[in-house]
């Protein structure tokens, strides 16, 4: 489930008796009151100084009231267990947990908070808050009434460390008779910025005349490892940057669906990190000890060797040590990239697929080269692989050139278990550590009781099982298969992935039957069968694009809208969406491509190469560009791909002329996912390399700055390397190499210009 921003439905109101000697008074009041907001699992955060007496101890009777519910509900202090007040608080941190009791729920279903911190420079405006301060109390009822606040924060600021300042915009209360302020009972009020929780109210300024609010930011707690059990069932909280928020993807939150393909996602980390020690140790230093206030490096390997679950781990260690980290976002809203320069933190900005990302990284390397960063920032790039071939590699090395203090090479991921004597402790390793994920959604068998009776296979030593993916794999489908519920049947030559992927079809079969959806009813398995190789295969942005993208599925195109909503919403249920994506896809990304790579295969068990040629046929340039690269990408181990790739590209009367109508760019980023020298695929790439050159030329005749001239000059010269190294095949090729440098020659804007790195 994605963290979600500020809800009005969730802001509470609570009130703890006071005990007193003697009758209450204006001096000695009944009760302490504040504000809190409920964060999920009958949690609700407000500040300590309210549910704690002066001596630190917590009150024994806390009652809470929903800004929409009426009727005050009991609740319990569950952290922190003490809170000692000096004269300034001391060193700790004046916020608390309490838990309502069972039944005493304020609202319905809670979308888990987004928790944040201030990492820029500049304040942050449009900040809000909403609590119940005495301002707001009806004096004949006694009832306060929600009050909403809006307000700046400035980064800078704050007499203690964990506290930030909220600058009350419009409008100042006056104070109440007596001196008191007119904001009291608003601590514990959540401190909203950029749509995440940063801070909790604490006190405000008399010296500002109500004007100024103190809070204690998020970050102070974030290590507190009670706290962050409670709130979000890890030991550290995972706070984004408001500033940058937009800049990283939101990993998504898949622990509760009974999918066994999620658990080898990487962002779920199920198997515990082991192996790569080494590269850890490397990359840190590379981010925290070297001067350089930007650096960039590249880490390659085919997918499934593991590089996304080493970044995690890196990001993972580096926000601990206060570095904002993550991993670059698809989409990116403009103006985005130019707030690294400004960051006051450390940054680390993880690039995946790298080779589909040159436009982003042409846009972000130039905003890095036009102003020095405030604090260092990293940038780790991840791809499958990087040759001289590329168009991508080219343009990165050519911009990169004389910008960096080491120059940029590829560093392939080494196995993680080259050795085949370490493998068997690996397996078992991963074996418990799935089992232990497995039985908090499936509660039909003892995983982590199975998982310790279950011998360690005899071929680990096939050299396939040096990629990390392949070993968690077989771990997976044998804990599978062992359960009560194993797949029957199956020829003893079956490859895990397809163990893997007949058990997620339980899990696709229990969705479809499941309200609100029931399709089971209206389409059958092979149906939704090629619906999630579908989804898996083209992407969609809205739901119109999902609906005509099943519409072209040959059994589904006399179906109404209606329907194939149904059937496109129950797609987008499956697995979790990115950003700008109506539906997700099936992850890992090797997993996905093996389902893809079969359903496509022609085979007696219902493999149809038709869906291809019905699913790009209609498709959008976006759609094309994409599953031609996600082909390419499978190809590398899906031997039945290439000539299906091959045929579309060049024969297929509906996919080839719309192939033809890509822009070069396109066309390149196709090329760029070919594995390197694949004879397999040589006339595809021949076809390709021969209408991206054609328009390359159209374009430099209609454009002639240096800017466009210096991309097709790189392109053309990939495109020449490219068609150089398919000469080994001895037959003629499609373009002369030497002429197309001698053109490129005459491209070059600077006659100064070097050479590109090779």
């Known amino acids: 489930m994605v963290a979600g921003g500020f809800s009005q439905g969730l802001v509470a109101e609570i009130r703890a008796p006071v005990p007193v000697d003697g009758p209450a008074s204006a001096d000695k009041p009944d009760y302490s009151r504040g504000s809190g907001y409920l964060v999920g699992g009958g949690l609700v955060l407000t500040a300590a100084h309210v549910v704690f007496d002066d001596y630190g101890r917590k009150l024994p009777v806390v009652e809470v009231r929903g800004i929409v519910a009426g009727g005050w509900r009991k609740a319990t202090v569950i952290w922190p267990s003490a809170y000692p007040r000096g004269e300034d608080g001391g060193d700790v941190a004046d916020v608390a947990l309490v838990r309502l009791e069972q039944g005493a729920g304020l609202a319905g279903e809670v979308t888990p908070v987004g928790w944040g911190w201030l990492t820029g420079q500049q304040p942050v405006k449009d900040c809000l808050l909403v609590g119940f301060p005495r301002l707001g109390r009806d004096e004949e009822t006694l009832l306060r009434q929600p009050e909403q606040a809006e307000g700046t924060i400035s980064p800078v600021g704050g007499s203690r460390s964990d506290q930030l300042y909220f600058q009350v915009d419009g409008p100042i209360p006056a104070w109440w008779p007596g001196s008191d302020s007119p904001w009291a009972g608003v601590s514990g009020a959540a401190v909203f910025a950029g749509g995440l929780l940063v801070g909790v109210v604490a006190s405000d300024h008399q010296t500002f005349g109500g004007g100024r609010l103190s809070a204690t930011r998020i970050s102070a707690i974030a290590g507190a490892a009670e706290f962050a059990r409670l709130v979000s069932g890890i030991d550290r909280l995972e706070l984004k940057s408001v500033e940058l928020a937009g800049l ?22 199920v198997v515990g990190f082991y192996g790569r020690d080494s590269w850890i140790g490397d990359l840190t230093g590379w981010c925290v000890k070297e001067s350089a206030p930007w650096a960039v490096r590249l880490i390659t390997g085919p997918g499934g060797q593991g590089k996304t679950r080493l970044a995690l781990e890196l990001c993972d260690d580096l926000s601990a040590a206060g570095w904002v980290s993550g991993f670059l976002a698809r989409s990116i809203l403009a103006g985005l990239l130019e707030k690294i320069v400004e960051t006051d933190t450390p940054v680390l900005l993880i690039v995946d697929y790298a080779e589909a990302r040159a436009r982003h990284l042409s846009a972000l390397f130039r905003v890095l080269q036009q102003r020095t960063p405030a604090k260092r920032v990293r940038i780790l790039l991840l791809a499958r692989s990087a ?12 911009e990169l050139r004389d910008k960096l203090d080491n120059r940029l090479v590829p560093e392939p991921l080494t196995d993680l278990e080259p050795r085949q004597d370490d493998r068997s402790g690996s397996y078992q390793r991963a074996l418990t550590d799935l089992a232990r994920a497995w039985s908090q959604v499936d509660t039909e068998a003892d995983w982590t009781a199975l998982a310790t009776t279950m011998a360690i296979p005899a071929d680990l030593d096939d050299p396939r099982y040096t990629l990390a993916l392949a070993l968690h794999e077989r771990a997976l489908a044998a804990l599978l298969q062992a359960g009560p519920n194993p797949i029957t049947a199956l020829p003893a030559d079956t490859e895990n992935t397809d163990i893997l992927l007949a058990h997620e079809g339980r899990y696709w079969a229990e969705t479809a039957d499941a309200p609100p959806h029931h399709l089971s009813r209206k389409y059958i398995w092979r149906l939704r069968h090629q619906a999630v190789v579908a989804a898996a295969l083209c992407g969609a942005t809205s739901e119109e694009e999902a609906i005509a993208t099943l519409r072209r599925l040959p059994h589904l195109k006399d179906q109404n809208s209606a329907d194939l909503a149904m059937l496109a919403a129950w797609l987008r249920d499956l697995y979790p969406s990115p950003p700008n994506a109506y539906w997700g896809s099936l992850v890992p990304d090797r997993i996905a491509e093996h389902l893809i790579g079969q359903a496509l295969r ?10 291809a040629r019905a699913l790009l046929g209609g498709a959008t340039p976006r759609q094309l560009r994409d599953s031609l690269m996600i082909l390419a990408r499978a190809s590398a181990h899906q031997p039945y791909l290439p000539d299906l790739i091959t045929k579309l590209i060049i024969i297929d009367k509906q996919v080839a002329p719309a192939v033809a109508q890509l822009h070069f760019t396109a ?17 595809a790439a021949d076809t390709l390399i021969a209408l991206a050159e054609t328009q ?16 097709l000059a790189r392109l053309l010269t990939s495109l020449s390397t490219r068609q150089s190294s398919l000469d080994q095949r001895q037959r003629p090729i499609a373009v002369d190499a030497a002429a197309l440098h001698r053109e490129l020659a005459a491209y070059q804007p600077t006659a100064e210009r070097e050479a590109p790195w090779r």
């Open 667 to 683: 066309l390149a980023a196709v090329l760029d996912a070919f594995p390197q020298r694949s004879v397999a695929l040589a006339d």
């Open 696 to 711: 390359a030329r159209e374009a430099a005749k209609s454009r002639r700055d240096q800017a466009t001239l210096e991309a």
């Open 387 to 398: 040759h001289d071939e590329a168009d991508w590699w080219w343009q990165i090395r050519d």
């Open 602 to 611: 022609a085979r007696s068990d219902g493999g149809e190469p038709g869906l």
């Open 248 to 269: 990283f993807d939101d990993p998504a939150q898949v622990g509760d669906r009974r999918s066994p393909t999620s658990l080898l996602r990487p962002g779920r980390t």
